[in-house]
């Protein structure tokens, strides 16, 4: 367990003598008991597979359950995970991508970008929103893959910068028409909260993404239609 800002943890999860094999983008579950009742939640390693090891970062919530359930655990804790499953995977490593993301919404497509950068042979651009600098989620990361691919973008916006921040302000589909221009032809993976995933996916639309080209989990429309 180690800390990636201030409420977010990384968790390492180890299966000794097991190997993960999962396609990178794709989710497992939490589950524990709490008050008498089987709790069980998503949450997607950010890690390639072939290992013994999962490695989930998890965003601490005052009201949430599983969240607090596991940045109460420590080193030697033992997890109960469920199988790895998911349709939010690399559709084809020979096309350009473009990874939209908010918040913890970056951790599959973190991994699906590993994936890429092992296996694709075009480009890939990383648009990241937060809030503020301080909540960037695997910053170092994504500026030490950018450092060593030529092939990679990172940009970052935020919603609610300090007056020190430089880069670009706002939400993620705010920038997409300045970012992109070959909406008909890159592959765009989306993952965030709800309305920002439903929102990002009408921009892509409305800038002439087909909808072959737009990939996410699918659920987050439901959702917003439900609030």
Avoid at 177 to 205: I, Q
Wanted: charged share 25%; aromatic share 8%.
């Amino acid at each position: 367990m180690y800390e990636i800002t201030p409420r977010v943890k990384g968790f390492r999860l180890r299966v000794p003598g097991r190997e993960f094999e999962f396609e990178p983008g794709q989710h497992t579950t939490v589950r524990f008991e709490s008050g008498g009742e089987t709790v069980v939640r998503p949450y997607t390693p950010t890690n390639l597979p072939g290992t013994d090891e999962l490695t989930l970062t998890i965003r601490r919530y005052e009201d949430g359950l599983a969240s607090s359930y596991m940045h109460t655990k420590r080193p030697g804790d033992v997890v109960t995970l469920g199988p790895i499953e998911g349709n939010l995977t690399l559709a084809d490593q020979d096309r350009d991508i473009a990874l939209l993301a908010s918040g913890t919404g970056i951790t599959p497509l973190l991994s699906i970008l590993r994936q890429y950068l092992q296996e694709g042979t075009g480009h890939a651009h990383v648009v990241f929103g937060e809030s503020r600098e301080e909540t960037i989620i695997h910053r170092e990361t994504l500026n030490e893959l950018a450092a060593n691919h030529g092939s990679l973008d990172v940009t970052v916006t935020l919603s609610a910068p300090n007056w020190e921040w430089t880069g670009r302000k706002g939400y993620v589909q705010e920038h997409l028409s300045d970012l992109f221009s070959e909406f008909a032809e890159r592959d765009f993976y989306v993952c965030g909260v709800p309305p920002m995933v439903v929102e990002t996916k009408e921009t892509l639309r409305d800038l002439g993404a087909p909808e072959e080209r737009i990939h996410s989990e699918g659920w987050e429309d439901d959702v917003v239609e439900d609030i």
